[in-house]
């Protein structure tokens, strides 16, 4: 299960990146049969996530956003507000500066930082994701720190205790935070329990926290709680957060980015 996940996340993001591949490409790209990539795509137009031609695969501009699997919870989270999430995540790499050392939290935006952090910019970067780790390989002059542990397919999430302390241990000058709901008086949650230590060492290690999220994670609550919005520095969001929320971020002394 594990490998199929991993795969059907690789395959969302060739998709994203070249928005039209044959089938034969893609089966060289993932090293699997074109039988294979046929069974994917499939489940992915039988979903409305893709379009699919003769011999080629195209990522819809709106997928669906009620797609929703055991096995695809990443994937899902990726094809949603995707426009929202690129704006966002590309602001938030201008945030980074020569020298930083950032924690890049789990999430299908925090992913989009590490995508646009120039090539040639040398700092030091703390991720616990394959897929953020997939893009910071590539990046010459990042110094990579990987705590490592179990994995979750489902997010592409590794944790442990061992790395829990790695983080405890290690200070940054920024974490770059993803969530899945933020409430004014239930706090800021996610979606599963195994996150919630890794994102508490990682906030306490921090000098600036700043969240990362589009505007549908307002007013939401999910299961695992982990921080206060008195936890965060900085809140990096697109232009649908409503008024209310706005001054009430005011209020509470956050700087707001809306892009």
């Given at each position: 299960?594990?490998?199929k996940?991993?795969?059907?996340n690789?395959?969302?993001?060739?998709?994203?990146?070249?928005?039209?591949?044959?089938?034969?490409?893609l089966s060289?790209?993932?090293?699997?049969?074109?039988?294979?990539?046929?069974?994917?795509?499939?489940s992915?137009?039988?979903?409305?996530?893709?379009?699919?031609?003769y011999?080629?695969?195209?990522?819809?501009e709106?997928?669906?956003?009620?797609?929703?699997?055991e096995?695809?919870?990443?994937?899902?989270?990726?094809?949603?507000?995707?426009?929202?999430?690129?704006?966002?995540?590309?602001?938030?790499?201008?945030?980074?500066?020569?020298?930083?050392?950032?924690?890049?939290?789990?999430?299908?935006?925090?992913?989009?930082?590490?995508?646009?952090?120039?090539?040639?910019?040398?700092?030091?970067?703390?991720c616990?994701?394959?897929?953020?780790?997939?893009?910071?390989?590539?990046?010459?002059?990042?110094?990579?720190i990987?705590?490592?542990?179990?994995?979750?397919?489902?997010?592409?999430?590794?944790?442990?205790?061992h790395g829990?302390?790695?983080i405890?241990?290690?200070?940054?000058?920024?974490?770059?935070?993803?969530?899945?709901g933020?409430h004014?008086?239930?706090?800021?949650t996610?979606?599963n329990?195994?996150?919630?230590?890794?994102?508490?060492?990682?906030?306490?290690?921090a000098?600036?926290?700043?969240?990362?999220?589009?505007?549908?994670?307002?007013g939401?609550?999910?299961?695992?709680?982990?921080?206060?919005l008195?936890?965060?520095?900085?809140?990096?969001?697109?232009?649908?957060?409503?008024q209310?929320?706005?001054?009430?971020?005011?209020?509470?002394?956050?700087?707001?980015?809306?892009?």
């Amino acid at each position: 299960m594990g490998k199929k996940s991993e795969r059907m996340n690789r395959l969302i993001e060739l998709l994203k990146e070249q928005e039209s591949i044959s089938i034969r490409k893609l089966s060289e790209m993932l090293n699997v049969s074109e039988m294979t990539i046929r069974r994917d795509l499939k489940s992915l137009e039988e979903n409305d996530v893709i379009n699919r031609g003769y011999g080629k695969a195209t990522l819809k501009e709106t997928p669906r956003e009620d797609f929703k699997d055991e096995n695809y919870e990443l994937l899902s989270a990726k094809t949603k507000h995707n426009d929202e999430k690129e704006r966002i995540g590309k602001y938030a790499a201008t945030l980074v500066k020569p020298g930083d050392i950032l924690i890049l939290d789990t999430g299908s935006t925090t992913e989009r930082i590490a995508k646009y952090i120039p090539d040639d910019m040398d700092l030091t970067v703390m991720c616990y994701n394959y897929n953020t780790l997939a893009y910071l390989v590539h990046k010459p002059y990042v110094n990579l720190i990987f705590p490592g542990g179990y994995y979750h397919p489902n997010g592409q999430f590794f944790e442990s205790l061992h790395g829990i302390k790695l983080i405890e241990e290690t200070r940054v000058t920024k974490m770059f935070l993803s969530v899945s709901g933020i409430h004014k008086t239930l706090g800021i949650t996610c979606s599963n329990n195994y996150e919630v230590l890794t994102k508490r060492s990682a906030i306490q290690s921090a000098r600036t926290r700043i969240i990362v999220t589009d505007s549908s994670k307002f007013g939401k609550i999910r299961p695992a709680y982990f921080a206060t919005l008195e936890d965060v520095d900085m809140i990096i969001t697109d232009t649908g957060l409503s008024q209310e929320w706005q001054e009430y971020l005011d209020r509470l002394g956050i700087e707001l980015v809306m892009v």
